[in-house]
């Protein structure tokens, strides 16, 4: 039988494939393999397949096609979601398919395939990351249905025969799910290509991400969402020599596939900077025969670790971000005239990656032999040349959580009891190992080294473009070393002993005293003591928090400390210290109230803590990838539920339910109702914590809550009143930095910071520092506001960025935003009426993985309601 796969278009709008493009993709297929249309009533392109439309037809396949189609969940989303892939390779293949994978795994620790009888090149083939990005998911399919029913054809009977496809249709369901509803919500007669329509114009939040609203293509290393976890087991349990993850860009553009743009990481090969000339080069072959323009090496870089492009890369796969313009919807009218169909986009995913699994086909062994060189080659460049020590006496929760991390993602991690002696110094608490040597070096350099430079050639480029006035080229953030982001001590020693391995699963060490006679404290030391005090806060257990170090029984306790007394407690103290067992927190035993130095519990040094109710706003005017974060990481890290109340309804909310109010990072200034109704909750006594850009709309007017003011550029003046003149006094324009002068704006912004780790000092007189007196935080700083910092008779200066010496941590910084983010806020707090307002000027929950930066959070949102009754 002979079908065409994209002949059935969209009647209505009188669309159809051109020949040379329905050429290239008609075949006679198997009628023992159901099509789309037989499974869930329509063909690719035709419609939008939801989540449980693209599960059902890949159990449609695998129960045709059993010898030759593997369905396997790797994960579950937040909403409860399956997430699956499909290993699809020739019945000879299938049938030896578990001796194929453990010939993989051998592989990935650098033996050579010549030694390995069963072993083939694995092509990983993923779709959909972004929930609204839609036109792969559907490409998927049609794929998935090409290699399982054609017949007679020598290309598919090739990448069958001498390789593995896995296909992962769905990254996101959860998000491809919310843009499928809203959209079919607002489906008529029939689709329109206009780009102001509602479908394409999605409600809050968009589909792009997932249920707790993370942009899963920045969380491949921080793992911190379930479809990530799920994802990177998969592919480390396949071992792929290439990668694809297919994405959409706006509907204006045409379609990106590699080489890369710069800059790349500096761990990325010369040898797999190769492989992607060599795989677009057969992309190009197949979109010329198709007529489809595109481009390469513009746009989108490999240097972040976090991409689904750059983890795979530096682990040895030859790893490929693919862009379709999106239709975002059936139609979408470009700008230019031409009409984009959403069947377009699934044709071009189709066809780029058909191309794809046709390149490794026809060159495994040569993919098989330089994965195995990678990896061996990792392991051998690097032996002699150190292992990370990290010492368990700093965060030590976040140490050990950082460690399963880390082994997650197949990376040996070992703990060396204390005391112990490495690096030519003491570590009493003893110490985690991670050498160099190994076949994930690379990776283990991105992620643990102190700084990753970029190419110098790229910064002089950027340099020059910025001397010119025109934007810098930097994708993402310049800086994610792990180590600096969770607050602890990494050093890199020549030479250190390595203790028992730590695997991913692993239970936390036991750290929790039985409680005392008088009851036991808490230290405020990291994360997991936060996630215990919530947790008994939860279940009506009451603490005192110090805002004064003391000392008791030889034992210094740090401020914030949470003292639970029998006092307070007289039953479930001893179930208290087994959940801290359970956590991994540390509890210290306190015989008696008496203290050696400082305050003693009845003291004003110490405030009674409740677990506080915690309102964020949610909806239109609010940044989701900020709600998502902040939310996430206070609800699962930490243990604090939050309320969303929309954004439209919080002027008329009851709001004195709640002690804390959340605002995320906003688009704009928020309503003047919504402002007026924030600052009198304030006022009454609420604690009010904003982020970033939001401060900027309490920052003025009768709604105040800081006395807070953005600062220009370097050199430039606040602008007055605008020019009404027609006319101006002539001028010579001698050179040309005079003509830069000239047309430079006269009130300009500092330039925009791509992201970085900045240093810090903290102000140890406010209690919301709490928690850094040994060693103030690393922050995460990007974006183009820089704000004065406050006057004393304002209110404080909680934590301020280091002088311009050492204030870059990690990264790079434009040499005069480094000059003037000097000494500014980073945190800040004032009085409001009864309540207090407390301000972050960069968000310090950015994509969970600043969990060294959680003290701060948890100071505001669980210390200062208590601290402001």
């Not at 290393?221 to 349990?237: D, I, M, S």
């Amino acid at each position: 039988m002979i079908r065409l796969f994209f002949a059935v278009l969209l009647a209505t709008l009188g669309l159809a494939l051109p020949a040379k493009a329905q050429s290239m993709l008609d075949g006679t297929f198997d009628d023992s393999i159901p099509t789309l249309q037989q499974v869930v009533g329509h063909e690719p392109g035709q419609r939008i397949s939801s989540p449980e439309q693209a599960l059902t037809y890949f159990e449609a396949l695998a129960e045709a096609a059993p010898d030759r189609f593997r369905l396997v969940e790797y994960a579950t989303s937040w909403e409860g979601r399956p997430l699956v892939y499909a290993v699809i390779s020739s019945a000879e293949n299938m049938a030896r398919i578990d001796d194929v994978q453990a010939d993989l795994q051998q592989l990935g620790n650098g033996t050579s395939p010549a030694q390995l009888a069963n072993v083939l090149p694995v092509t990983w083939l993923a779709y959909g990351v972004h929930g609204d990005e839609i036109s792969s998911t559907d490409a998927a399919l049609a794929l998935a249905y090409h290699l399982l029913a054609s017949e007679g054809d020598a290309l598919v009977d090739g990448i069958m025969d001498r390789s593995v496809v896995v296909i992962d249709p769905s990254q996101n369901p959860d998000g491809r799910a919310r843009f499928v509803h809203s959209w079919r919500q607002v489906l008529g007669m029939v689709p329109f290509a206009d780009r102001n329509v509602a479908g394409p114009d999605q409600p809050w939040p968009g589909g792009r991400f997932n249920h707790y609203l993370f942009d899963l293509n920045r969380d491949w290393f921080a793992l911190t969402q379930p479809e990530t976890r799920g994802k990177v087991a998969a592919v480390q349990a396949w071992q792929p020599v290439v990668l694809v993850d297919a994405h959409e860009m706006g509907g204006d553009e045409t379609y990106f596939f590699p080489p890369s743009a710069d800059p790349f990481n500096p761990h990325i090969t010369t040898g797999q900077r190769q492989k992607q000339v060599l795989l677009g080069r057969n992309i190009a072959s197949w979109m010329d025969r198709a007529g489809e323009p595109y481009f390469t090496r513009e746009v989108f870089d490999a240097f972040y670790p976090g991409y689904g492009d750059t983890w795979p890369t530096l682990n040895g796969s030859i790893a490929m971000t693919f862009e379709q313009a999106s239709a975002r919807g059936l139609a979408w009218e470009r700008k230019d005239g031409t009409l984009l169909t959403y069947a377009d986009g699934v044709r071009n995913h189709f066809i780029t990656t058909l191309a794809t699994a046709q390149t490794v086909a026809d060159n495994a062994d040569l993919f098989l032999q330089d994965y195995a060189e990678y990896r061996r080659s990792a392991a051998a460049g690097e032996a002699g040349r150190g292992t990370y020590v990290i010492d368990l006496a700093q965060r030590t929760w976040n140490a050990e959580q950082l460690a399963r991390r880390l082994a997650f993602q197949g990376i040996a991690v070992s703990r060396v009891n204390g005391p112990a002696n490495a690096c030519g110094r003491s570590y009493p608490m003893g110490y985690l190992a991670i050498s160099r040597s190994q076949p994930a070096a690379r990776l283990i350099r991105s992620l643990l080294d102190e700084n990753v430079d970029l190419p110098a050639d790229f910064i002089a480029a950027q340099e020059a473009r910025r001397s010119a006035d025109l934007p810098h080229e930097l994708y993402d953030t310049t800086a994610w070393s792990v180590g600096l982001m969770s607050g602890l001590d990494v050093e890199l020693c020549a030479s250190a002993a390595t203790g028992r391995a730590i695997s991913a699963e692993a239970p936390m060490p036991d750290r929790a005293d039985e409680p005392g006679a008088f009851g036991l404290a808490v230290r405020w030391t990291d994360s997991g003591q936060v996630r215990l005090v919530a947790d008994a806060l939860r279940q009506g257990f009451v603490g005192r928090s110090t805002d004064t170090a003391f000392t008791a029984g030889g034992r210094e306790f740090p401020r914030g400390t949470v003292v639970f007394s029998r006092g307070d407690n007289p039953e479930g103290l001893d179930a208290l210290a087994a959940h801290a067992r359970t956590l991994g927190a540390e509890t210290v035993a306190l015989e008696t109230g008496w203290v050696d130095t400082g305050p003693n519990l009845g003291s004003d040094k110490f405030a009674r803590l409740m677990m506080p109710r915690v309102a964020m706003l949610w909806d239109d005017g609010i940044s989701p990838l900020s709600a998502g974060s902040l939310r996430f990481t206070l609800e699962q890290r930490l243990g604090i539920p939050v309320a969303p109340i929309r954004t439209g309804t919080v002027a008329a909310a009851d709001l004195v339910r709640y002690q804390v109010l959340l605002v995320p990072e906003t688009y704009g200034a928020l309503d003047s109702a919504v402002r007026e109704a924030i600052s009198g909750y304030a006022q009454g006594g609420g604690v009010v914590v904003v982020m970033g850009e939001a401060l900027a709309g309490f920052s003025e007017g009768d709604d105040a809550l800081f006395a807070l003011v953005t600062e220009t550029a370097l050199g430039t003046e606040p602008e007055g009143e605008e020019e009404t003149a027609t006319q101006v006094a002539g001028e010579a324009i001698a050179d040309e930095a005079t003509y830069r002068e000239t047309i430079a704006s006269g009130a300009g912004q500092p330039d925009t910071l791509p992201g970085a780790l900045l240093n810090t000092a903290i102000d140890s007189t406010v209690f919301l520092s709490a928690g850094y007196d040994d060693a103030a935080p690393v922050v995460f700083a990007s974006g183009s506001t820089i704000h004065a910092p406050l006057a004393r008779s304002e209110g404080s200066n909680v934590v301020r960025f280091a002088d311009a010496d050492s204030i870059l941590a990690s990264g790079y910084l434009w040499d005069e935003n480094r000059r003037q983010m000097a000494f500014k806020p980073f945190m800040v707090s004032q009085t409001a009426g009864s309540g207090m307002a407390i301000g972050f000027t960069h968000d310090p929950s950015v994509r969970g993985y600043l969990d060294g930066l959680d003290l701060l959070l948890a100071n505001a949102v669980l210390v200062a309601p208590a601290r402001v009754r």
